[in-house]
């Protein structure tokens, strides 16, 4: 079973909606990143979040880390066909310096 | 800066055989290493968490005697797939921590490395 399941598991738009992927845990993380991976490669950081309630935008993705660390979310603003990937979101724990991947959204833009 | 390189990024072999891994952190000095399978479609699952000087710690279900991992330098660590079948197929991958104190450290990742047992 995974530590974080992320939701949707599969999203396939049009070009310019809007989307939000979330990722949910019953476990309280001292971060929390999210990553962006193409087929056949490893992950990219996309941000770390940090403090409960942050929000950090990048561009046209906004995401937000839950109040009590718990959950995160992603929103993509007009979304383009080179936001597609799969998004993984990766919770790490206090002192146990280990890092837990969310289930991961595949997203496909479509043109 | 940052870079974490795999070695190899694809490798095919016969089922029994072993296969080794590498896992270099090339322009800084990986306290920690972490190494992830990867089933096509779905997201990273944690194998083991490699650091330097010590013996790895593993998930639970992972066969530590299947899956041998080796972190000999704070540069280098190995993944060593022991008698591999072709349910062991898939893609790993490793990653770095530069930095993990207060559990802000990003991760670097390697660029995966695709095995393939017949």
């Known amino acids: 079973t995974q530590l974080l399941e992320q939701s949707p598991q599969f999203l396939s738009i049009q070009e310019g909606e809007n989307l939000t992927v979330y990722c949910n845990s019953s476990?309280?993380?001292?971060?929390l990143q999210w990553y962006r991976q193409e087929p056949g490669e490893g992950p990219v950081l996309l941000v770390t979040v940090v403090t409960g309630g942050e929000v950090k935008k990048l561009k046209r993705l906004t995401f937000q880390f839950g109040d009590a660390r718990k959950d995160s979310s992603l929103h993509i603003t007009a979304a383009q066909p080179g936001d597609t990937g799969l998004y993984l979101c990766?919770?790490?724990?206090?002192?146990?310096?280990?890092?837990?991947f969310g289930s991961g959204t595949k997203l496909n833009v479509k043109p | 800066g940052a870079v974490v390189s795999q070695h190899p990024s694809r490798v095919i072999c016969k089922s029994g055989t072993s296969v080794k891994i590498e896992c270099r952190s090339l322009?800084?000095?990986?306290?920690?290493m972490f190494w992830y399978r990867q089933f096509p479609k779905k997201s990273l699952m944690l194998m083991a968490t490699?650091?330097?000087?010590?013996?790895?710690?593993?998930e639970q279900g992972v066969e530590k005697d299947k899956f041998l991992i080796n972190h000999a330098s704070l540069t280098l660590s190995t993944l060593t797939v022991t008698s591999a079948h072709p349910e062991d197929s898939s893609f790993y991958i490793c990653?770095?921590?530069?930095?993990?104190?207060?559990?802000?450290?990003?991760?670097?990742f390697g660029e995966g490395s695709r095995l393939t047992v017949l």
């Open positions: 322009d800084f000095q990986a306290t920690t």
């Open positions: 990766a919770g790490v724990k206090y002192n146990f310096n280990k890092f837990y």
């Open positions: 490699s650091n330097e000087g010590s013996k790895a710690t593993y």
């Open positions: 990653s770095a921590s530069r930095s993990a104190d207060y559990g802000t450290g990003e991760l670097f």
């Open positions: 476990s309280v993380f001292s971060s």
